[in-house]
């Protein structure tokens, strides 16, 4: 029996989706072989980046419209937008819907600096004042904000 596909994007067509919201327009094969392959030591085969975004396409991550005798290929949604599904997919997947214990294992596997460290903290403090969310799934993110403490 086959395996259904995935609603969210693999690896590999995270890797991809990364490439296309970077260059923020619609872009040819060529174009996002010739983008994927500068940021990797390990090139690409035209045909296997083809591939795959084929597959994203009829995945709906992907709009494709034709573009001389090509195709252009353009993301389906904003990179917020998919992040923000990729994660509350992972936290009901993965912790059970327990933010604490998502921050808990990010902390611990992302080792974060100071300076980020007093960024959450600031987050936190904004997310801990706003009105309750309209929206269950969440709203924009929050935008930066300096840190209430001096660096040094």
């Known amino acids: ?70 195709f252009a290929y353009e993301p389906e949604s904003p990179r917020e937008q998919t992040l923000r599904s990729l994660l509350g997919e992972t936290l009901q997947r993965a912790y059970d819907g327990s933010a604490f214990l998502l921050v808990s294992h990010l902390l611990d596997q992302s080792s974060p600096s100071v300076g980020e460290l007093d960024a959450i903290r600031d987050l936190l403090d904004r997310y801990e004042s706003r009105p309750p969310a309209q929206d269950p799934k969440g709203g924009e993110a929050c935008p930066p904000k300096r840190s209430r403490r001096p660096k040094g």
Request: no cysteine.
């Open 1 to 70: 029996m086959a395996r259904p596909r995935a609603e969210q994007p693999t690896p590999g067509e995270l890797e991809l989706l990364k490439v296309l919201w970077d260059l923020g327009r619609p872009a040819t094969v060529r174009e996002v072989l010739e983008a994927a392959n500068s940021q990797q030591e390990k090139p690409r085969a035209y045909t296997s980046v083809m591939s795959l975004l084929n597959v994203m396409t009829d995945k709906g991550l992907l709009k494709r419209s034709p573009h001389g005798r090509a």
